[in-house]
């Protein structure tokens, strides 16, 4: 049942937004770089930080950028000695293939989802992000809007994050088009209906949303 519903889910989605064109960014080295900056905080700081770090946006010029400098851009994101940590990690494991992006395309996704995973401060959502986002690999990220939109909906959500994206897998066809747009569906909807206060009364889910019929 829980199957045909997110199914369902998705095609309301679409039908009702359109399509929401994401991930932003002009290459999918900016598009690893939102990823990583865009834990714990807003997007709109992402955006202030990316632009800060626009004309250095290259792998090989951050991974030689002096930490101060690094930390002082990308201070609008926030937390931004552990983000410029991070980044850094992220560019020592990504110098190891380079610093190209497609050599990480030829890879076999487990492996490299693997290595992503084995970076400090890179965690599921994040590791996820970059390969759906920046390398269009076929996987769904889960992230907290997935959690509580659809358990409000009434979909039984596990609490590990792979039996999460598990359960998203099986729903929906193995389709890096369809994931991309999904995932962006949900924050979308999450952040204009389905907020920490759901605004139900306007929402055009209610009539088969658990939470709503249940209230
Ligand atoms: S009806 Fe309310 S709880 Fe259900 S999806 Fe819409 S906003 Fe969220």
């Not at 598990?166 to 929906?172: D, E, S």
């Not at 605004?199 to 249940?214: E, Q, S, W």
Request: charged share 25%; glycine share 6%.
């Amino acid at each position: 049942m829980s199957t045909d519903f997110i199914q369902c889910i998705y095609e309301e989605l679409i039908g009702f937004y359109g399509p929401q064109g994401w991930w932003p960014g002009d290459s999918p080295f900016e598009v690893m770089m939102g990823a990583i900056l865009t834990q714990n905080t807003s997007w709109t700081n992402v955006e202030k930080a990316l632009e800060n770090l626009s004309s250095y946006m290259e792998p090989q010029v951050i991974y030689m950028m002096d930490m101060d400098k690094l930390r002082k851009l990308i201070r609008p994101s926030g937390f931004y000695n552990i983000k410029a940590r991070r980044i850094k990690a992220f560019l020592e494991w990504f110098k190891g293939y380079n610093f190209c992006v497609n050599e990480l395309g030829k890879m076999d996704i487990t492996t490299l989802r693997g290595e992503l995973l084995g970076i400090s401060g890179i965690g599921n959502e994040t590791a996820d992000s970059i390969l759906l986002y920046a390398l269009d690999m076929p996987i769904f990220v889960i992230d907290a809007y997935t959690r509580r939109m659809f358990s409000r909906l009434g979909v039984p959500i596990p609490k590990e994050y792979e039996d999460v994206q598990k359960l998203f897998h099986t729903a929906i066809e193995k389709n890096t088009a369809i994931y991309n747009e999904y995932h962006a569906l949900i924050v979308r909807h999450s952040k204009e209906c389905c907020r920490k206060k759901p605004a139900c009364n306007g929402c055009f889910l209610k009539n088969i949303c658990d939470f709503y019929i249940h209230a």
